[in-house]
């Protein structure tokens, strides 16, 4: 099932669900006080009749054959008196030799029943009459007579043993039944509206939603020139379209990234070959000992050339996992640098390093300080003659900084140096900076440079930020 049709069902269920809920819950809450109501109303009909109309001495003395007596009489008009709250009302009390109850006066009059007449309609009633003949008073529950519903009250006459009955209909079931229409007819149309709602709120949620699916099929197809349509909006959706949008710019970038990438290795890999393969060549049709042995070395620097240009692609391409720890980064920095001073070893070149005594405790991976420190180190000493490799807190930070002394960062390439593929010499895939970038990103940190002038002299300055730790290590390394 679409995600549409399930939001719209849902939505209208729900409606429904309370709706109906609501609607009978209220007739329910409505229907038991109507009906304690209706309680109340008898027992105050029939106790105050009891109470002030009725001697049951003088009831008591009436026997069969005393109808047409003035005392029967009155009690018969008192008791027809009451019909203008109840349907019908009796007084009875019960038989000495049984539990059969019989009338001494009831509002259908001597004719119908007459004095002594046992009322077998109490039957049905014993447990409400019981608990009359305890308490004083007692209701039945409602029953039903030619589609009316009914209820009999029972009032004990001023503790005697003659007791009176009322019956009262129960005139509320009429508004009951109105009210139960009502919600009906409120829950079709709570439907109705919940339909119309659900569909259109379905049709703004799921189109968005449709959008965006087929723009990430195009992604995955690799359609990543078309942007994602929505990321104008506010909601959540507009969040999801503008996280979209850059996964697309990003899935582009890198495919773009990739592309170069596999040309740049082709290009960097094909000039060794060929090299090789024209050393080659000439070795093998010379006798000459002496030039073989300076072919072979040739040939042994251009496979260490192609292995350093394989070793750059794959620093590149490695995912940047770091173990970042709390620990002292003139060690890392010193490494580095000898590195880089072994390298330039028996050239004019310098390497010159300026540590503070006192650890420099930042929050960063060693080896990823030590990549770092040795591709700018490297880059420096390949610009010019002199390198300055310094480190030292600044603000919550450690500052390591590598100058040179090169001509600068060609106005050109200003805008683009932390590109991969982007490069100034001659030999050299151009991935060191962004190497750099990439790690100092990785730490949590952040990388500035000072491109310098155009003269030689002037040189270039790296400075990257990592964040600095309170925690000093067990041992300090050697100043």
């Known amino acids: 099932m679409s995600l549409q049709r399930r939001f719209f069902l849902y939505f209208v269920a729900f409606s429904v669900v309370l709706t109906v809920a609501g609607g009978f819950g209220a007739w329910w809450v409505t229907y038991r006080a109507l009906d304690l109501e209706l309680d109340e109303k008898l027992r105050w009909v029939a106790g105050a009749a009891a109470e002030v109309g009725f ?10 054959g005393d109808e047409d007596t003035r005392g029967y009489q009155v009690y018969l008009e008192r008791l027809r008196s009451l019909q203008r709250y109840v349907s019908a009302a009796w007084l009875f009390q019960r038989d000495p030799l049984g539990d059969n109850h019989q009338v001494i006066v009831a509002t ?11 009322l077998r309609f109490l039957g049905a009633y014993a447990d409400e009459l019981t608990r009359a003949w305890v308490t004083g008073e007692s209701t039945t529950p409602l029953f039903e007579v030619d589609g009316r519903l009914f209820k009999y009250g029972f009032v004990r006459v001023r503790n005697s043993d003659v007791m009176m009955a009322v019956l009262i209909p129960a005139g509320y079931t009429e508004a009951l039944d109105r009210l139960r229409r009502s919600v009906v007819f409120g829950s079709v149309l709570a439907a109705l509206l919940a339909a119309l709602l659900a569909g259109l709120l379905a049709r ?4 968005p939603l449709d959008r965006l ?37 990003g899935i582009e970038n890198r495919d773009r990234q990739l592309r170069l990438m596999l040309a740049q290795v082709a290009h960097e890999i094909r000039n060794p070959l060929g090299g090789m393969e024209l050393l080659a060549s000439v070795a093998s049709q010379t006798d000459d000992r002496a030039e073989q042995h300076r072919l072979l070395k040739r040939i042994r620097e251009e496979v260490k050339a192609l292995n350093d240009i394989i070793d750059e692609f794959l620093s590149f391409a490695r995912p940047m996992e770091p173990k970042i720890l709390s620990h002292d980064v003139r060690g890392p920095i010193r490494a580095a640098a000898e590195i880089v001073a072994a390298e330039v070893s028996g050239t ?16 960063a991976d060693p080896e990823h300080v030590k990549q770092v420190v040795l591709n700018l180190a490297r880059n420096g000493a390949q610009a010019g003659t002199h390198v300055w490799i310094t480190g030292q807190p600044q603000e919550d930070d450690v500052l390591v900084s590598v100058r040179d002394d090169g001509p600068g960062v060609d106005p050109e ?9 982007v490069t100034d010499k001659e030999q050299g895939a151009g991935l060191g900076l962004a190497i750099v970038l990439r790690l100092v990103e990785a730490n949590g940190g952040r990388l500035d440079v000072d491109h310098g002038g155009s003269t030689l002299g002037k040189g270039a300055e790296f400075r990257v930020y990592f964040e600095g730790s309170e925690t000093m290590p067990l041992a300090e390394s050697p100043a």
């Open 108 to 118: 259908a009059g001597p004719d119908s029943l007459p004095i002594g007449r046992q």
């Open 55 to 64: 001697d049951p001495g003088g009831l008591a003395l009436l026997s069969p």
């Open 204 to 207: 703004n949620v799921t189109r």
């Open 213 to 249: 699916s087929r723009a990430a099929l195009r992604i995955q197809r690799g359609r990543t020139d078309e942007p994602v349509v929505g990321t104008t909006r506010d909601d959540e959706l507009g969040q999801l379209s503008r996280a979209m949008d850059r996964m697309r710019l």
């Open 348 to 363: 004019d070149g310098e390497v010159v390093v300026a540590l503070p005594d006192h650890p420099l405790m930042a929050w």
């Open 413 to 421: 390439l200003r805008e683009r140096i932390f590109d991969p593929f």
